[in-house]
């Protein structure tokens, strides 16, 4: 982060300016852009280490240097004293306005520290946040701005209920037989009844309505039996918990503990599995025929990563770039014959050869696609380009230096002996 102060130094647009134009990047437009951008930052580092390092330091030396002429003007004035105090007030203000915003831009500075400069910085900053932090108006699904502060705080209440406590309908509840001494469970908040959590069903007066309290637990509840009492309301849900506790075969508490059950109705168990619930909750499709090519143990990452690009037809090649009105031409960089497609980039620009086995057909697939990219870039870049040879050599010594790694592997002990067979 570049500190604002340095924009306001004399020296800093002018070497800025020289530097960016005595700067010459080939290569496309963004690239050129992002490398000058990184050659730019060591003479922004140079200006601020000439003029403002040790900031604090310089600042209280200035000030000393001030004082002393304003002493020695009191004592004996002369203009060349004059001269040096205005000199120094000069160079003094310069540090002090540096500081002041140094301070301002890094917000989380102990203002109460900084003695009679936690005045004016100290108010525009609470100000200037205040206006950042705040939300002027939020627009609701239907479209509607939202303006007035009671209505942007309904708003975000009930999205946060909404995205934190929607109801996950996936998770079945556990049967009634599990309930044993009922000494464990919720009454109103586990998951035990064939209606799901009670205090969803009937709602936040259920236990108002049916005279439990809603901390009780389930032996509680029918120890005390208040729900059983007459009751006025026309909630008929209220009714169907009734008539479900009136007919519970178990309501002489046993002695035995209470069986929590996780997982659906189907296939649950009283132990909780994290596998098992992200498997029945996960968003599933259709396994995907190219899965096991590009994800597939001890691969490499960011070979995987490049190889399931091309495997989509996602990487911007020359021919989609011409089509996006981004090149002139769409001409393939390594032979410059023919549209640069990705079936022409890999199958008829670069080269395939056939290996004994699964693992190895994998992962030199996946480094010869890799190299084959990043050489494609790097002659888009400006760099030299590689022969053939060279390319085919780093695909060598690329799947050497993976199987090399990946030795102690299980299954992996003999890979590099096959590969060195074909070589």
Not at 58 to 75: G, M, W, Y
Not at 149 to 165: P, R, T
Not at 288 to 293: D, G, N
Request: glycine letters at 4%; proline letters at 4%; aromatic letters at 10%.
């Amino acid at each position: 982060m570049v500190s604002h102060f340095l924009f306001h130094h004399l020296d800093f647009l002018p070497r800025v300016a020289m530097n960016w134009q005595e700067t010459s990047i080939i290569g496309l437009a963004m690239f050129s852009f992002s490398q000058k951008l990184k050659l730019l930052k060591k003479e922004i580092l140079d200006i601020n280490r000439e003029h403002f390092s040790n900031l604090e330091e310089r600042l209280k030396e200035a000030h000393s240097v001030l004082v002393s002429f304003q002493n020695q003007i009191l004592v004996d004035p002369s203009p060349l004293l004059a001269a040096g105090e205005r000199e120094a007030n000069k160079k003094w203000v310069t540090l002090a306005l540096a500081e002041e915003r140094f301070l301002e831009q890094r917000s989380r500075v102990n203002w109460s520290a900084n003695g009679n400069m936690n005045t004016a910085v100290f108010h525009r900053m609470v100000a200037s946040r205040r206006a950042t932090n705040q939300i002027h108006y939020l627009m609701d699904l239907g479209g509607n701005r939202l303006s007035e502060l009671v209505d942007i705080k309904s708003h975000c209440v009930s999205y946060y209920e909404e995205f934190f406590g929607a109801e996950m309908p996936a998770l079945s509840s556990a049967s009634l037989d599990q309930i044993r001494d009922g000494r464990r469970i919720s009454f109103w908040y586990d998951n035990w009844s064939i209606h799901g959590p009670l205090i969803r069903f009937i709602g936040l007066n259920g236990p108002l309505l049916m005279g439990i309290q809603d901390q009780s637990t389930v032996a509680e509840a029918l120890l005390v039996r208040d729900w059983q009492a007459p009751s006025r309301t026309q909630n008929q849900n209220v009714s169907l918990v009734r008539a479900t506790l009136r007919d519970w075969p178990h309501q002489a508490v046993p002695s035995e503990p209470d069986i929590f059950m996780w997982g659906p109705s189907d296939s649950c168990s009283d132990i909780f599995s994290t596998k098992k619930t992200w498997e029945f909750l996960r968003p599933r499709a259709e396994t995907k025929e190219w899965s096991q090519v590009v994800l597939f143990k001890n691969m490499v990452p960011k070979h995987a990563f490049n190889f399931w690009m091309a495997n989509l037809n996602r990487l911007p090649l020359n021919e989609r770039l011409h089509q996006w009105g981004l090149m002139d031409s769409g001409l393939c960089t390594l032979c410059s014959t023919d549209q640069e497609s990705r079936d022409h980039l890999f199958l008829t620009a670069g080269s395939q050869q056939t290996f004994g086995t699964t693992y190895l057909r994998k992962i030199v697939c996946q480094t010869a696609v890799y190299l084959i990219w990043k050489e494609r870039n790097d002659r888009k870049h400006g760099r030299p380009p590689s022969t053939s040879i060279v390319i085919f050599n780093k695909i060598d010594r690329t799947t050497k230096d993976t199987l090399l790694a990946r030795r102690h592997n299980k299954g992996c002990g003999n890979l590099l002996s096959l590969w060195f067979s074909y070589s």
